[in-house]
């Protein structure tokens, strides 16, 4: 499977980012941070707790703005131009780890929504897609129910598709199982895997280092607002070469 | 690297006071400041034209007029003589007297029925929420008419005190007496209570344009004195408990630094109390304290009252059963496991609200009007209007006076909350 | 030890005990009694005490209300029909008043022949409350609209409509009642013609000048659409804004006044100085919650915002607002408002109490519409704007249906308080029913030294409407905490 | 100007007191009467021919004058006062005055007193917002005694507090007290004691500057004084206009002349006018005369002829 | 261990129920309960939600009023009396599921507040003896802090020592660990195995079957408000007698 992802990668470039740095007030968050994500790739980005993991890729689809460095996503420059920031936020979706359902629509209002207003889809094959990516997710079943009235795996899913619905060129996941309890991470990552399969661009913040191995094709480590390692997943897991990473692997994986 | 991105440009575009955010908000609060301002100046434009098409000037001269009106209950000297602003300050003095009473007797009455709605007395519980119900839902403006109309028509005229040789020859009682052994007369017009009286007086001194009568500095004197040596005493006592563990009995020793020095200065300076006497029309001597204070206060209190009662109820409500039982399993005693547990914590809860009733409390004294009670709003705002024909002015600084209230009362009220604010990760 | 120890400790229950009823003393009337009356000695006391206040308010206010009296044409009559009943001294309620001089306290002076008008008005004010309070819950709607046309059947009649309104008012609810069927989301624009068409109902005149003047909403909308592709998004809001004014400030007189001509159709047109009584409050406090309800959103808004002079702007005023009595804010309606507009303006003082209203209102909704959208968690902002939604998107499809509907019942608790409000504007001559009507009643020789029956009767009504309306909103707050889970 | 305006609107609005028995009233079904509003009704027969078109607009003592400046209301007949600031310092002009009055008191018979002077320690309910207050005061320092306020916002309050006996006196203008104790049930027990303390010549106000207004309001009160100087009623106004002889009554009743069209009515407004609401002592024998509830002598508000204030300039 | 802790149990009879039944209103909640405790004994009580456990140990320290039978504590016996009540409450210490910290007070003024008021011991003893349970519970750096800046686990180690700070000689657990996250299970049950190998007598309503057992004497079952099984943990967990216990059994361990 590995292999038939590594195929799909493409020489054309989703992200750019250059010499990108952060500070919230005084503190410095991300540091001097560069990469380039290839369209096809996907990326799990791990680190302990505070070393900037959700601040990175919150910067991606300018949920936080930074302060130097360039950031380009799908050819677009994130700056402060406010049509820029829409072009990239319709290519990019996001899963949360709190899901961040609309509570007030039912499951299907939640993935119509965004296409109907944003990319102003007539309503009806606004939902076709959605109860396509709804099937897809498996639960074409609950499309008419509340978020509050599903479990939590359920409802990560329905975020999953309610992202897939802007049909975005790149997915962005920022510990989407952690909020979960064993049994539903499963479910999620199954769906995740299946996507990683069709070939979607992914950035994927994640300690689930089965799902890691199983659909990287890089493993991003992060620590103190910087990136520390990177590398294939396989060698990643067995071979760290830094200290930092060595440490963090036997907490992580001795739990 | 395969990527056709612009070249990123610089420069300035004028679509970039729309779509640039570095821009954007500046773009519209320059906007919005501008168009604010225009209305500001629309209006006083509007405001001066008005004025002069009136004939009438902006400007505050009149508060020294002289203001050739009486006020009935004036808590400083005050005679028709005076100029407005001194009948501006008897009205404010008035406002905030009613205000304070309304927000005593609320919190007290509040906090008995708040409490009592939760008492397992089915019957009590039952009478506490028909009255919050009812006193919540029908408009302030009624309750006090009625309390007027009740004080007014139930209580008797001072004539029927009245006490003739004939009534004496035939062994008649009067119509109505006087209560509290005799020292306090209800009538119709109002209730006269005694005044206090100094055989040996220290005299008085000015302050600005306040004579601040030495008696009564001597006895704030020594109550305040009194207070700080019971907290010493009491602060003594916590020591020693700390100490050994004990706690010293001191219930006897505070009743004495508290009443002992008072009484004494009282025997000194003196003091008596001058009891009303029916004569002539009216009871004279004494205090008389108006029907349409009463009846403000009581209303206000009663309608107050019901929604600090809600307060306080749900401020207990907030502390989770579990705090008592925990208290209970450490072996408290229910009594200090409310003074020690519940209480500091209910009053967190409690107080912001609590406040803010007090707010609307204060607000609400304007209703005043109702009763013809000369609060800052029948003397300023009414009177002095009406006999001056100065509604822009009168009316702004009634307003400014009422924001400053508030104001003063909310910012007392977020220091409050910033300093209790419980500790949390 | 140990052995026998673990010898004893072995237990099994072999078979199970069914449960039994508590003992006697834990159960019935005399538990409950024990537990809720007579529990401790305070208790005891606090009982004693209730019985006996209870039996004071009753012993104390029951033979008046037994000696009611209620044909009658003035006190003295009462007075007389009391004493003759119940005896010389004896008190009794003087419900003659009431039953002589009710059209008052609900209509104040609005002719009796039209009094259909506001009656109407009032059914259909829930007729269009319903879309709003059910947002498509077609069978709430249904029922709602179903009360409307008994309500109409009934009282219409007792008002004495003419017969073309009662038709003509009993197919508009049938009609909305089919289209709740067909299309409930589509009734919201009843809801949104309802105020136009109250004002009409209310003040009569030309059905032309409602129309025309909501037909300034209509230009304003044309302007913005078809402004949008060519200047953008805000620019063309302004331009709708503008042409909207210019059409209401020129345009509307002269074209109501053709249409009028060529197509005279309209009701008898009532002055606002008729106004009185609960049809005052009412109009007062519904349109005041109305349109305070929009500004008072952009006020929360506003005081939510990072910008620092929009948020100053909106601070200030609603700290103002809230920090001044209401009776001072009438006065300014009333003694201010015209130094504040061009000379020589002049509008009703309803209108000009209205507007005050409405900013009072306004000032208290931002603050509670605020406590909402800070009850909202910060993901629901990021997953809209993830999602590419603009602001006005976000606050109007996911921020604001939340936020109001964390508030409703702190919105409902700021219209009871203030329906109760309502009563203030008898100290501008309006004729609020508590002291305004009253006055009027008791100003005519035949009622003078009457108190106690107007204040009850308003008293009750208040009581009524306030009591019901908060019941409604715990009720509402209860279903929409379950509804969804 | 006012008239213009007043034409145009086809309506004239006045402002009235918000209930006072006998002055400015409404009934039962909102129909206002009364002493004033019989003057602005008859305004309204002059300016627009048609006495039923007029507004009343409920002022209270505080908002009556601002009303009457910001133009909400043409004419202000609210039994106001004329004193020196008022007509100087609020920019009002008091055309005329429609009834000579003063403040007096009124107390319980049985209270034993016969003069004001006797009222030392008393309790005196006044009504706020109005010009008695001041009157008030000054007498009371003058006579050195003292009284206690009970300040109350409207008469019918004020009427509840003095029969409960919660003021020994109630103090307002002599008209005002009469037609209290007219409506009280015990009238008997009442005495409106002898000391007038002040002047209140009350009348209509309209704003200043506007005199041709000014002129309309002051000519139509004339015109019901002449009226009933010469003996012309409701009744028999159409009779008097077609067989006079008088010159001066010609030119009133528009037979003659020009009058009505100078001041830019009609010529036969005051005409229209008498038709609608009679002549002045028409108007006070309904309203307010004896045989009234209110049961008011004319005393100073009889006319010249008869010993009274009431004179109108001649007509010409 | 397990040896080490029989060893501990004295002949001495702590807590003596017998023919103990209590009604919720018309709810049968505990029926014909009978047990002795001797002192040093651990019991762990287990059995399926709504069956009776917590109403049953509430009842020992009179959080809850019994309506038939006799309860002896130390032999004092739980009546009406309230001087008794405070005898009894003063010698059993309870620690509930939530803590029930007190918010608005210290750590250590939480541990302090009971010894003062209840047993009039001078603060600074109090203090001293606050500060030992507070170290014994690996937490002495927190004591000026407030309850809301600890850790749930931190939390609950504070609530074991506010009661070991009135030297209870029995102590009640009501679900301690249940709502704590796992890490933070494991801090709170060390605690509590360190307190039963000082033979504390304890009893302990929890599903923690490891805890129950390292350290109990006894298991005892419930069910329906009745005391279903009572056996040795060991016989107890591998030899179920009743069929309700071994389904009750079978769904704990399969989880
Ligand atoms: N809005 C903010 N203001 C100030 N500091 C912040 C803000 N958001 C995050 N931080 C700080 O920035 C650092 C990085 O935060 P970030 O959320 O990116 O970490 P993370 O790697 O995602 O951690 P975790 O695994 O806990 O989610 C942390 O130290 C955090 O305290
Ligand atoms: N105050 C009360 N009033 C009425 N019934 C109650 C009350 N407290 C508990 N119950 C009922 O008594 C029964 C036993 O409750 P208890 O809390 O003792 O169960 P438990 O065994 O501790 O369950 P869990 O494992 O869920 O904590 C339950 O059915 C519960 O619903
Ligand atoms: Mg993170
Ligand atoms: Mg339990």
Known sequence: MADAAKMQISDEVAIQITGMNKWYGQFHVLRDINMTVQRGERIVICGPSGSGKSTLIRCINRLEEHQQGQIIVDGTELTNDLKNIDKVRSEVGMVFQHFNLFPHLTILENCTLAPIWVRKVPKKEAEETAMHFLTKVKIPEQAHKYPGQLSGGQQQRVAIARSLCMKPRIMLFDEPTSALDPEMIKEVLDTMIELAEEGMTML??????????????????????????QNEPKEFFNNPKSERTKLFLSQILGH | MAFASDAPKDGFRLSMLIYD??????????????????????????????????????????????????????????????????????????????????????????????????????????????????????????????????????????????????????GEEPAASMILFGTVAVTNRGTNIPAPLFERSLGSVQIGFLPVSLNLLAFILVIVASVWANRRLLAHAKAVQEATGDRPVTWWKSLLILFGPVLALKFALGLHLEIPELKGFNFAGGILVAHSFTALTIALALYTAAFIAEIVRSGILAISRGQTEAAYALGLRPNRTMSLIILPQALRVIIPPLISQYLNLTKNTSLGIAVSYLDLRGTLGGITLNQTGRELECMLLMMLIYLSISLIISALMNLYNSSVQLKAR | MSETHAQTVLFVRDTMLPPVDPPIAERGAVKWMRENLFSTPLNIALTLLGVLIVWWLVSASLPWWLNSVWNASSLSQCREIVAATAGEGASGACWAMIRERWHQFIFGFYPASEWWRPVLAFGLLFAALAPVLFAGQKRNQSLILLAVLAYLLVTLYLAGAPGTAFLLSLLLVAGLLVGAQLAPGKLLWFTLAFPALCFWLLWGGSVWSPIVAMAGFGVLYAVFRVGTPFIGLVPAAGAGVVAAVLWWLYLDKPVVDALQAALPFGIQSVRSDLFGG??????????????SLPIGILLALGRQSDMLIVKTLSVGFIEFIRGVPLITLLFTASLLLQYFLPPGTNFDIILRVIILVTFFAAAYLAEVIRGGLAALPRGQYEAADALGLDYWQAQR???????????????????????????????????????????????????????????????????????GMSRYSMYLERKLKTDHR | GTLDDVKARGELICGSNTGLTGFGAPDASGNWAGFDVDLCRAVAAVVLGDATKVKFLPTTGETRFTALQSGEVDLLVRNSTWTFSRDTELALDFVAVNYYDGQGFMVKKDLGVSSAKELDGATVCIQTGTTTELNLADFFKQNNISYQPVTVADDSEAQRQYLAGACDAYTTDASGLAASRATMPDADNHIILPEIISKEPLGPVVRHGDNQWGDVVRWTYYALLIAEERGITSANVNEVAASTA???????????????????????????????????????????????????????????????????????
């Open chain 1, 204 to 229: 994927c913040v994640t300690h689930e280092m089965g799902f890691a191995q199983a659909v990287a094709n890089r493993v991003i480590f992060m620590d103190q607002g910087q990136i520390v390692e």
């Open chain 2, 21 to 170: 955010t570095r821009y954007r908000s500046y773009t519209i609060q320059i906007v919005v400041l501008v168009l604010f301002a225009m209305a500001v100046a629309w209006l006083l434009n509007n405001t001066a034209q008005n004025l002069a098409a009136r004939g009438k000037e902006f400007n505050f001269a009149f508060l020294w007029q002289r203001a050739g009106y009486d006020i009935g209950q004036a808590l400083i000297p005050y005679t028709n003589d005076d100029n407005h602003f001194r009948a501006l300050l008897v009205g404010l003095v008035n406002t905030l007297v009613v205000a304070f009473c309304g927000c005593l007797f609320a919190t007290v009455l509040g906090g008995i029925i708040g409490v009592l709605r939760l008492s397992n007395n089915w019957l009590i519980g039952r009478l506490m929420t028909i009255y919050v119900e009812v006193f919540r839902n029908v408009p302030l403006l009624l309750w006090i008419l009625l309390s007027y109309v009740i004080l007014s028509e139930t209580t008797p005229q001072p004539r029927d005190f009245r006490v003739t040789d004939e009534m004496i020859a035939a």
């Open chain 3, 278 to 291: 609960f049809l005052l409050a009412i109009v007062i406090g519904v349109t005041g919650i109305a349109f």
């Open chain 3, 397 to 467: 499809l996911v921020i604001l249906p939340q936020a109001l509907k964390i508030s409703i019942p702190s919105i409902v608790s700021t219209f009871i308080g203030l329906f109760k409000d309502t009563t203030l504007v008898a100290f501008v001559g309006l004729m609020d029913p508590l002291k305004g009507v009253t006055q009027i009643v008791r100003a005519d020789i035949n009622w003078k030294g009457i108190y106690w029956e107007p204040y009850i009767f308003v008293g009750t009504i208040f009581f009524l409407i306030c009591f």
């Open chain 4, 246 to 316: 008088d010159e001066e009554v010609k030119r009133l009743l528009g037979v003659s002349g020009d009058m009505g069209a100078k001041m830019g009515v009609s010529n036969d407004a005051f005409k229209n006018a008498i038709l609608a609401v009679g002549n002045y002592g028409e108007i006070f024998a309904r309203n307010i005369g004896e045989g009234t509830t209110i049961n008011l002598a004319r005393g100073l508000n009889a006319l010249w002829t008869q010993g009274g204030l009431q004179y109108a300039p001649p007509f010409r």
